[in-house]
């Protein structure tokens, strides 16, 4: 079977003189065709003259140089200007002569500086050309002045082509410079919640260790904690700079980052770091949950890990529902902690948070609580998004 897309890949891969060929041959190998003679363009009314030699060279004049009508459109055109002069001029009147045309448009479309002059250069060439034929055939000035006026149309067509090709392309960067302002929130984000909530929990669990040097089994245990904690975050790290190379291409659940299944894992790493959790866990998730399961980890990583900063040992509950439709997470501190202030600092987690969710049409709340402590909570849609 004839993969197409590939053919194409290729062929716009070859070198642009080697695509514009077939053009030149196309409008070249017509003309030599006995049938086509004196059927092509006549601008001036002399009688036809039987192709010769210079009807030849007029041709190839008009037809060859169209193969670097994108490479050097100025060029082209002079060229073909010349041998359309020279097939008007000894009234061959060949089919190449719409070569003319072709020059015109490519160099519209395609010529990036000197343009007024190049335009300026081709009415001060056609102005003797015109005056010459004028004196050589039965025509009046107006066919002369009509024929400017249809190469000043084709110039404008090219030129308006050229004006949607660079607006399109500044459209495509602005996109790509878009979706790389995206990705990079994205993995800041997840650097973010990972770097935050991991060290925040080695920090916590080695401050614990030094008050338990007289008793080495708990001591070992808060270290081993402390390692476990350590070697979680090396591993979520070496993910993120996976994704920050080209040539990865994660597959499946390797794609993503730890889903709501691990909750629990979570919940222990914080206990272990010495802040009591009560964690709960209702309902069937969803089959297709997009990234819901990613964003409802992220707020409970997020929220455990203020809890641990600004209500250490205070008691902290973790509250997932799961429906059909939706991922209802909860997590909240009742203020008994070491200190009861809101979650401060810069802000970023929480209001990183608040976006994630958003872009997925839910509902995000973070507040003191009335009687003390902190509540923070979201509403996540399922099927949100991949």
């Given at each position: 079977m004839i993969n197409h897309r590939r053919i194409l890949e290729r062929w716009r891969g070859l070198d642009v003189t080697i695509r514009d060929l077939p053009l030149a041959l196309l409008l070249l190998i017509p003309s030599f065709v006995p049938a086509f003679?004196?059927?092509?363009?006549?601008?001036?009314?002399?009688?036809?003259?039987?192709?010769?030699?210079?009807?030849?060279?007029a041709v190839a004049l008009q037809c060859l140089p169209l193969a670097v009508r994108r490479r050097w459109p100025a060029g082209c055109l002079a060229v073909v200007l010349l041998g359309f002069a020279l097939d008007q001029l000894r009234g061959y009147h060949t089919l190449a002569g719409t070569g003319l045309s072709l020059a015109l448009l490519s160099a519209g479309a395609h010529l990036e500086w000197h343009r007024r002059a190049a335009m300026l250069v081709f009415s001060a060439t056609?102005?003797?050309?015109?005056?010459?034929?004028?004196?050589?055939?039965?025509?009046?000035?107006?066919?002369f002045a009509g024929f400017y006026l249809a190469c000043a149309l084709v110039w404008g067509i090219g030129a308006w082509l050229r004006?949607?090709?660079?607006?399109?392309?500044?459209?495509?960067?602005?996109?790509?410079?878009?979706?790389?302002?995206?990705?990079?929130?994205?993995?800041?984000?997840?650097?973010?919640?990972?770097?935050?909530?991991?060290?925040?929990?080695m920090v916590v669990q080695a401050e614990a260790a030094r008050y338990l040097t007289a008793v080495p089994e708990r001591l070992d245990q808060a270290l081993t904690a402390t390692t476990d904690t350590g070697r979680r975050a090396l591993t979520d790290l070496r993910h993120l700079l996976d994704l920050l190379n080209p040539d990865h291409h994660p597959d499946g659940a390797e794609a993503r980052t730890p889903p709501v299944?691990?909750?629990?894992?979570?919940?222990?790493?914080?206990?272990?770091?010495?802040?009591?959790?009560?964690?709960?866990e209702e309902g069937t998730p969803a089959e297709s949950t997009g990234s819901a399961d990613l964003v409802a980890y992220r707020v409970v990583q997020e929220a455990l890990t203020n809890a641990i900063k600004y209500a250490h040992g205070g008691r902290t509950s973790v509250q997932v529902q799961h429906s059909a439709r939706e991922i209802t997470v909860e997590v909240g501190t009742d203020g008994?902690?070491?200190?009861?202030?809101?979650?401060?600092?810069?802000?970023?987690?929480?209001?990183?948070?608040?976006?994630?969710?958003?872009?997925?049409?839910?509902?995000?709340?973070?507040?003191?609580?009335?009687?003390?402590?902190?509540?923070?909570?979201?509403?996540?849609?399922?099927?949100?998004?991949?």
């Open positions: 003679h004196t059927h092509g363009t006549q601008v001036g009314g002399l009688p036809d003259r039987p192709f010769d030699v210079a009807a030849v060279v056609y102005a003797p050309l015109a005056v010459a034929l004028f004196l050589l055939g039965p025509e009046g000035w107006d066919e004006s949607t090709r660079r607006t399109e392309a500044e459209r495509r960067r602005l996109v790509a410079e878009e979706t790389r302002t995206v990705e990079r929130t994205r993995i800041a984000r997840e650097l973010h919640d990972v770097v935050t909530h991991h060290v925040t929990a299944g691990r909750l629990l894992t979570l919940v222990e790493q914080t206990r272990r770091a010495g802040q009591p959790v009560e964690f709960a008994s902690g070491a200190s009861t202030a809101s979650p401060g600092g810069s802000g970023r987690g929480l209001a990183g948070l608040r976006e994630r969710v958003d872009v997925l049409g839910g509902d995000f709340t973070a507040a003191p609580r009335t009687g003390g402590g902190f509540l923070v909570r979201a509403r996540i849609p399922a099927r949100s998004g991949s």
